[in-house]
């Protein structure tokens, strides 16, 4: 064979090989979006997917890597060997990697999926970019003493959530929710060593301040949560019954509303596990007036300019209602509380939709009114549950300024 005809026969297999190659990369950029790739590598005005986004642990601070096929600082050494054993092990090539990489979750993710993400993060631009090192105490600085934590707390055999006798979309549900989505990495409660505590798979868990609320179906139904409203919710952020605020407005922003309606059914669906609604049981204004006097004062004082009067809110856009609002009428008060003591940023989602923020007033309401407020909007539009006390508030209080979280309006 002549040099000219093995050069075109080589030209050939490799467009021949770009041509297969390109519909996997693009398979794989809605994946990166189902798996929300880019919020967690990618810091406050960095380049995207090039890591140095800060984690703040129980054990110190982790940082992101660099996920862009940079030879030097990012993953373009790897093998689709390599990039699946990351995935799916969390091995990378210096070590165990910290379970903040949710492998303990990506394990559930199909080879197919896995050589698709690969083929698209290898076709972005490379971006040189060497993250910080992580800052943590000891022993947690010690990397190879994650391979004891795993052999406590990963189990790569574990199975998905029995789908058998379900429907299509419930199963296309649990492996978005369950594996793409890692939605349990953030919304199950962790144990000391900050491992998921599967037989709680998705009760909820105080993360950045916030409460990674409850989505398991009877707690989302018992809030009134319904299909309409959570399609709403996930894909543009705001519904009469709830906002997205934190970490979670990002995972709408850079994930759930790239989702085709397909998939976004399919998670609903999962999520209310087709279960019926339950009644509701409402709030009175009038008993919760008479029972709380005060916190209806400092509601007329501090929020009724935005929330209205009788609870109803503005627009959407500007400040939601408080009668239907699923903070108010969820069992647990922590969101309640901790959006009056630390207030919220303004949200912009594009050109046309934009939320306003809101104040912070942990300097003009003491740990006793807040509790009062709280009763009072619990009672008034709520489904109950155990009254506030002031040392609930306190607890909070404390938490969120060993954080960090009050101050400027740390929102977000």
């Not at 299509?168 to 919304?187: F, I, K, P």
């Not at 705001?238 to 998939?263: A, I, K, N, P």
């Amino acid at each position: 064979m002549g040099p000219v005809l093995r050069a075109a026969l080589l030209a050939g297999l490799f467009a021949c090989s770009v041509a297969l190659a390109q519909p996997l990369a693009d398979k794989g950029r809605y994946l990166a979006a189902a798996a929300d790739c880019v919020a967690c590598h990618t810091a406050e005005n960095g380049r995207p997917f090039a890591g140095g986004r800060p984690f703040q642990t129980p054990f110190g601070t982790l940082y992101s890597t660099n996920i862009t096929p940079d030879k030097k600082t990012g993953i373009g050494n790897f093998s689709l060997g390599d990039f699946r054993a990351t995935m799916h092990r969390g091995k990378g090539p210096h070590g165990n990697l910290y379970p903040a990489m949710p492998y303990t979750s990506y394990y559930l993710v199909r080879d197919d999926d896995i050589e698709a993400l690969y083929r698209y993060f290898m076709q972005l631009p490379p971006v040189e970019n060497r993250p910080p090192a992580n800052r943590l105490v000891f022993p947690a600085n010690l990397r190879f003493g994650l391979g004891f934590w795993n052999w406590l707390y990963f189990d790569p055999d574990r199975p998905l959530p029995d789908g058998k006798g379900r429907s299509a979309q419930w199963r296309r549900g649990n492996y978005l929710v369950n594996a793409l989505g890692h939605c349990g990495e953030c919304h199950t409660p962790r144990n000391f060593a900050q491992a998921m505590q599967f037989d709680r798979r998705f009760a909820g868990n105080v993360l950045e301040g916030w409460d990674a609320v409850d989505i398991r179906p009877q707690s989302l139904r018992r809030q009134g949560w319904d299909r309409e409203q959570l399609r709403q919710l996930l894909t543009s952020g705001s519904s009469e019954r709830g906002t997205l605020f934190g970490e979670m407005f990002r995972v709408m922003q850079h994930s759930l509303r790239h989702l085709s309606d397909e998939d976004i059914d399919a998670v609903i669906t999962f999520l209310l596990d087709e279960s019926e609604a339950l009644p509701g049981k409402r709030g009175d204004v009038r008993q919760a007036t008479d029972r709380y006097g005060g916190g209806r004062a400092d509601y007329v004082a501090y929020c009724a300019g935005c929330h209205g009067r009788a609870g109803a809110g503005i627009t959407l856009a500007f400040a939601p209602g408080m009668d239907d609002n699923a903070a108010i009428r969820a069992l647990n008060p922590h969101n309640a509380i901790a959006v009056i003591l630390r207030g919220l940023p303004a949200q912009r989602l594009d050109r046309t939709r934009a939320r306003a923020g809101m104040p912070s007033f942990h300097r003009e309401l003491d740990d006793a009114r807040i509790a009062e407020l709280v009763n009072f909007m619990r009672g008034a539009w709520g489904s109950g549950g155990a009254g506030v006390t002031a040392e609930d508030v306190a607890r909070i209080r404390h938490r969120l300024d060993k954080e960090g979280y009050l101050g400027s309006n740390h929102g977000n």
